[in-house]
């Protein structure tokens, strides 16, 4: 049976900056998480950042590739720069993935660690822009796709296409 990774904050667990959760008690989530295919994780806890922490977002709105290549920073309101914690968490997510056998992730949007869909844009306006926060950027890069809280039954509809394809073969 495939696992899912899946942002710690979706289940409950109250890792976000400002201390809260974002639980979704949605029925595919419910499910997977019977079956014990879920694998919560929270990139910035493993990155080494507090709870509660200062908001952050993308500087420019210039995008996870370029956080990834070292070309734009990760900065909280008071411009501390944050983004040594964002990729080492980034990193971590994608160790985790690999070591459990994830396929797939479902990750909170708008966060400049988990957005798949839109991030935002770095003025701390409450605007978005289209992109991908850099650990869904570095998990969908090596191949592993991320849906967002919403997107649930188009992730299961992709699970149940790849077991059908990929039947998993246990372990002698």
């Known amino acids: 049976m495939y696992k899912v990774l899946v942002s ?7 890792v976000r900056y400002d201390g809260g959760a974002k ?10 998480r019977a079956e014990r295919r879920l694998v919560p994780h929270c990139p910035e806890i493993a990155g080494g950042l507090p709870v509660p922490r200062p ?3 993308i500087a420019g709105a210039a995008g996870a590739e370029a956080v ?5 920073a990760i900065v909280t309101p008071e411009g501390a720069d944050v983004t040594d914690h964002f990729v080492a968490g980034a990193r971590a997510a994608l160790e ?19 957005g798949s869909r839109a991030v935002y844009d770095g003025s701390f306006s ?5 992109g991908q926060g850099v650990t869904s950027y570095l998990l969908s890069d090596s191949g592993i796709p991320v849906f967002t809280e919403d997107e ?6 992709f699970l149940k296409d790849l077991e059908a394809r990929e039947p998993e073969v246990p372990f002698l």
């Open 68 to 72: 990834l290549d070292g070309a734009a």
């Open 8 to 14: 710690a904050c979706l289940m409950g667990r109250k």
């Open 23 to 32: 639980t979704s008690e949605h029925p595919v989530l419910e499910r997977w």
């Open 96 to 114: 985790t993935a690999w070591s459990q056998g994830v396929r797939l992730a479902v990750l909170k949007d708008g966060s400049p660690s988990c």
């Open 126 to 130: 409450g605007a978005k822009v289209p």
């Open 55 to 57: 908001p952050a977002e």
């Open 152 to 157: 649930l039954d188009a992730a299961e509809a």
